[in-house]
């Protein structure tokens, strides 16, 4: 089992920050609480509608709108635990995710290769696919494999599936997941199975963790609402993950933009818990600027790694794991 260093502990060397003081972070917090409350969240998936109606949240179906009060929001989050433990195919590859500790991964979902014969450009394919998770696999700093291109080279109706195939066969270590849907995370999650042994030791020894963005402003598509609540009802470890920018599909300002970002992901996980009533969840980032001039998101910059650090203290806020993208 690998416990990862903590960051920012009392030691000598080193540097640390604080993007909002605790008083900014408590207005950041009541600021989202009047979002989910006010304007709420629109939802496509109808299973979804039905568990947060469920949950004593207000939904109007024919706008598809949910309203989260501050009493279910809160209760939710309660219900998440603060440590989630990522299992490889061996308990030497298992991560614990908890608090200040830190640890890697490779990002995702790559459609296009320098080959490494020839220098030129192309298309990535299912043997690129297996190749980068027996790379990432051989890396002792990365402790988690993401999905890092796609198989263009396959019929786009079943790519999910070569892609889990392709990265069950060429890693122990935890996956991380982009599927798409029920469908897509149900694939995931019954191939997870067969290889462990059924789907029982898969819900005893999680080993995907599903990564799903909404689409800013505050809209859960079905593809994201499918995915968490699969990952959540199959106990496997849920990654609301929000992609907000800043100037562009969000407020301008840092406070503003993680407020619609703070909204987004705390609306994943409360229907991750309203699914499955202590469900593991990861807080996510992906979010950054939008180039004004360029309009493109920015990555790499001072911006995103503010937007990154802000997020790891909401996460720790809310006590719960984090996970930011794009640095």
């Not at 109606?53 to 501050?70: E, L």
């Not at 963005?213 to 199959?234: D, H, N, Q, T, Y």
């Not at 470890?237 to 619609?260: K, R």
């Not at 809310?318 to 640095?327: E, K, N, S, W």
Request: proline fraction near 4%.
């Amino acid at each position: 089992m690998i416990r990862s260093q903590r960051s920012g502990i009392n030691h000598q060397g080193g540097i640390g920050i604080d993007v909002f003081t605790a008083d900014e972070r408590q207005a950041i917090h009541w600021g989202t609480v009047q979002v989910l409350e006010k304007a709420g969240l629109w939802v496509e998936d109808d299973e979804a509608l039905d568990l947060f109606a469920d949950g004593g949240c207000k939904v109007d179906r024919s706008t598809r709108k949910v309203k989260i009060p501050q009493h279910v929001l809160e209760e939710c989050i309660s219900w998440a635990p603060s440590t989630v433990t990522l299992c490889g195919r061996t308990p030497d590859k298992d991560l614990v995710m908890e608090g200040r500790r830190v640890a890697f991964t490779n990002f995702a979902e790559g459609v296009k290769a320098v080959d490494l014969w020839d220098g030129k450009l192309r298309s990535t394919t299912k043997k690129d696919v297996a190749d980068l998770a027996r790379l990432v696999d051989a890396l002792d700093d990365i402790e988690v494999y993401t999905i890092a291109v796609t198989a263009t080279d396959v019929p786009p109706e079943v790519a999910e599936a070569h892609l889990i195939e392709q990265s069950l066969l060429n890693t122990t270590k935890p996956i991380c997941s982009l599927a798409l849907g029920h469908h897509g995370a149900r694939l995931h999650i019954d191939a997870a199975a067969a290889v462990v042994g059924g789907h029982e030791q898969l819900a005893e020894r999680p080993m995907l963790l599903f990564l799903s963005c909404p689409v800013s402003p505050l809209k859960l598509m079905g593809e994201f609402s499918g995915c968490i609540i699969e990952a959540a009802r199959a106990h496997q470890v849920a990654m609301p993950l929000s992609m907000a920018m800043s100037g562009g599909s969000a407020p301008v300002t840092l406070a503003g933009t993680m407020v619609t970002h703070n909204a987004e992901v705390l609306g994943g996980i409360v229907l991750a818990q309203l699914a499955e009533k202590g469900a593991k969840c990861v807080y996510g980032t992906s979010t950054t600027a939008f180039d004004l001039q360029r309009a493109a998101a920015t990555v790499g910059t001072p911006e995103l790694g503010l937007i990154s650090a802000a997020v790891a203290e909401m996460g720790r806020y809310y006590g719960l794991p984090t996970y930011g993208a794009g640095l």
